[in-house]
């Protein structure tokens, strides 16, 4: 006798009985991981750089993991969290630790990580240099 797998749909229609409306709810019964490369060995200099976006509306929580080159002494790099509820108008996300997160130029490389909740359908990076370059790799790990 064969196994037949259970079929199950990632999204369904949800009634919001305070509002009397139908929302589109997410399937959290297997936990589900996905691994987004939002700059992969990317220079940052003085001019902001932008990740591409990408939809986040299914996963719960993420996980920011930054491997970043350390360039001179004295110079800041800034990397933060943007949401969008519609993927056009960006708000910086505050509720991670310090709202931004810093690093000063020191000699070695650094590899830190930080966890966030994901709470608007779209999320993206900024990073930005006072001075110099630095070069970063950042990927979001999201989770249901």
């Known amino acids: 006798m064969a196994i037949t797998q259970i079929e199950t749909l990632d999204s369904a229609r949800v009634l919001d009985q305070g509002l009397n409306e139908w929302e589109k709810g997410w399937q959290t019964v297997f ?5 987004v490369s939002f700059f992969t060995a990317k220079s940052v200099g003085v001019v902001k750089q932008y990740s591409e976006s990408f939809f986040c509306a299914p ?12 360039s001179g002494i004295g110079d800041n790099l800034t990397i933060e969290v943007e949401t969008s509820d519609t993927g056009g108008t960006w708000y910086k996300k505050t509720d991670i630790p310090y709202g931004s997160l810093k690093w000063q130029g020191t000699l070695g490389d650094k590899n830190e990580s ?6 608007a359908g779209y999320i993206r990076l900024t990073a930005v240099s006072t001075v110099g370059t630095w070069v970063v790799g950042a990927k979001l790990v999201f989770v249901t």
């Open 114 to 119: 930080i966890q966030g909740v994901c709470t």
């Open 31 to 35: 936990k589900r991981v996905k691994d």
């Open 59 to 70: 996963y719960s929580r993420f996980e920011l993991l930054c491997m970043i080159g350390a």
